[in-house]
């Protein structure tokens, strides 16, 4: 069997599809519809604006769908009229349903950013790297009813570096995605996808990342935070409070053998701001305040000194009342 012959369906919405979707446009499959999420409303204007999915396909001319809800009957009689005989499913941001799932004689192929059965789940590559893994992947595997079960095809494995944020990796893990499914398309078409259940007693759930998620808490380890905010680089990023404001905090280092009150800040300078830890302390290069850039250290400084012996705090200051005591 030839890739043109395979009548496909593409689902994904981010720019973590790209690839994949640009990967399958140069195996010259039969793309016979692409599904994207709803156009949403997007910067200071909120204007509705297309998925970088939906660019990609509206410029090679493919007929795009975007229902709100994929598992209304009508949504799933229309995909079942497009005929397909593979659908591949990459950050789609919908779970599909069982009827969804039954329509191709192929199955559906989901391209997932870990090494299952490691890391189900919505946030892999974030709490990969906030878990201090020091490897990742990806994972085409057959869909099934459950949250990232189904059975495992092909892997591709790559190094994170003690340093990486999740903004690196993940890019780096959109081009593996679409080696993985080049890879599985060709075994698919040689018949030789030999699939390989996962063992559930060795998963591990990555949940949708918050903003609750960045909050630093000063008690734990250098190495710990330092691994919360580059795991949480570019979003939702991690944060402390400095006088009652929110203050952003990325481009971090660990200096093991330093000692001081858990956020105090040790000494700022040229090199960043060194902030005492539960065990360590953390060389912070990049400092961002509300309604301001995010600005490296020595710019920061020039605006807002942080002394030493300021304290960063892992809680917002109490709310007073109108008689200047703490509300309950």
């Known amino acids: 069997m030839k890739p043109e012959q395979i009548r496909t369906v593409f689902m994904g919405t981010p720019e973590f599809a790209l690839p994949t979707l640009q990967g399958l446009l140069d195996a010259g499959v039969n793309l016979v519809g692409v ?68 329509i191709p004689r ?3 192929i989901n391209v997932h950013a870990s090494l299952l059965p490691k890391y189900r789940g919505a946030a892999p590559i974030n709490k990969a790297i906030v878990d201090g893994e020091s490897e990742t992947g990806v994972t085409t595997m057959l869909m099934d009813v459950g949250l990232d079960t189904g059975a495992m095809l092909v892997k591709r494995n790559t190094p994170i570096d003690p340093d990486e944020t999740a903004g690196a990796v993940h890019d780096r893990l959109a081009l593996l995605g679409r080696e993985a499914m080049e890879e599985t398309l060709r075994l698919l078409c040689a018949d030789q996808l030999t699939p390989e259940e996962q063992d559930d007693a060795m998963s591990t759930y990555a949940p949708m990342m918050n903003k609750e998620d960045g909050l630093i808490d000063w008690s734990l380890s250098a190495r710990q935070i330092h691994n919360q905010v580059r795991g949480l680089d570019p979003w939702p990023g991690a944060y402390s409070y400095l006088d009652g404001q929110v203050l952003k905090i990325a481009a971090t280092s660990v200096d093991e053998d330093a000692d001081g009150a858990p956020g105090e800040v040790l000494n700022a300078g040229v090199d960043g701001v060194r902030v005492a830890c539960g065990q360590g302390a953390l060389l912070t290069g990049e400092l961002q305040l509300p309604g301001k850039k995010r600005l490296a250290a020595r710019e920061f400084l020039s605006g807002c000194p942080l002394p030493a012996g300021t304290r960063l705090q892992s809680s917002p200051p109490a709310v007073a009342d109108v008689e200047g005591q703490p509300s309950s």
């Open 35 to 102: 599904y994207t999420q709803p156009d949403r409303p997007k910067g200071r204007g909120n204007k509705l604006a297309a998925s970088p999915v939906k660019e990609l396909a509206l410029a090679h001319q493919l007929p795009v769908f975007q229902p709100e809800r994929l598992r209304k009957p009508e949504a799933v009689e229309e995909l079942r009229q497009l005929a397909p005989d593979l659908i591949v499913v990459v950050a789609y941001g919908q779970i599909l349903p069982k009827s969804v799932l039954e």
């Open 106 to 108: 192929f199955q559906c």
